[in-house]
């Protein structure tokens, strides 16, 4: 019980949750780089009589105890450290001045670091440093960019020559289908020729003859560079070779064939003998 006369009171304290900031200060780093360092506190009186008697100013011994720590916390780092690991900091900061603090009666329970400002050519350089290295990313994204776009582009020529090489080799087979067809009709032909021969009927060579031969004059006849053409032969003879073709014709036709096949031959005839004389006619 206290006498309002007689006892008095010593010291008053607010037993509240209590904000403390803490004055910016110059911390060296472990790479020897000077930054300014400021940060708040949250403490709280848990025993009134330990605050009031353990420690003479409770608020300057905290703030004190907290600027010794950051400065050894910050010291042991280095400023990229110091930069990139302020929850780390801030961890330690606790556990030490929540030790530390209880002999007064106190909890800390909360240190955050507000601010930590390196030097104006520290910053300088860092902002360089920041410059440069985006710069070689974007020159290492333009050389990738560079480098799949060739990838691509050979890719893609390699495709067309392969597609083009199958279309060729495609057409080689066809060409040398058509020239094997050809060749079986042509050697079908001689050997029915030779068997006519054979058999005593020389209207069947006549008729192989005047083929290849009315086939030549046509050609040199359409080609647009022939001037002059000489014949080696006369032309009464090349009319009479084309009209015992037209006999051969009517003869292997006109056994047991219809009047109509007769009449196509006999206008195969006059093409034949025409196209012949049309040769002649430009040669003469």
Do not use: C, H
């Amino acid at each position: 019980m206290i006498n309002p006369f007689i006892d008095l009171i010593g010291r008053k304290l607010n037993v509240q949750e209590t904000v403390l900031e803490i004055p910016p200060q110059n911390v060296i780093t472990k790479d020897n780089a000077s930054v300014i360092v400021d940060g708040i506190v949250f403490y709280q009186v848990i025993d009134a009589s330990r605050a009031a008697y353990e420690v003479q100013n409770l608020q300057i011994a905290v703030s004190n105890l907290t600027m010794t720590n950051i400065r050894t916390a910050i010291g042991a780092l280095d400023l990229d450290e110091t930069l990139s690991k302020r929850d780390e900091i801030n961890e330690r900061l606790l556990r030490v001045l929540d030790a530390a603090t209880e002999a007064w009666g106190t909890k800390v329970t909360r240190v955050e670091l507000k601010d930590v400002r390196p030097p104006e050519d520290v910053l300088s350089a860092m902002a360089k440093q920041l410059t440069a290295d985006r710069e070689r990313r974007a020159a290492i994204l333009r050389a990738e960019g560079i480098k799949q776009a060739a990838i691509l582009e050979a890719e893609g020529d390699k495709q067309s020559q392969i597609l083009a090489a199958e279309g060729r080799l495609s057409a080689a087979q066809k060409d040398a289908e058509a020239r094997e067809r050809l060749a079986e009709a042509e050697a079908r032909a001689t050997e029915s020729v030779s068997r006519a021969v054979e058999g005593g009927n020389v209207q069947a060579l006549n008729y192989f003859v005047a083929q290849k031969y009315v086939e030549a004059l046509s050609q040199i006849g359409q080609s647009s560079n022939t001037k002059l053409v000489l014949m080696p032969i006369e032309t009464s003879a090349l009319v009479g070779m084309v009209g015992g073709v037209a006999d051969l014709v009517k003869q292997g036709l006109g056994r047991g064939k219809s009047d109509s096949k007769l009449t196509e031959m006999e206008s195969l005839e006059g093409n034949i003998s025409e196209l012949a004389r049309q040769g002649i006619a430009k040669g003469s």
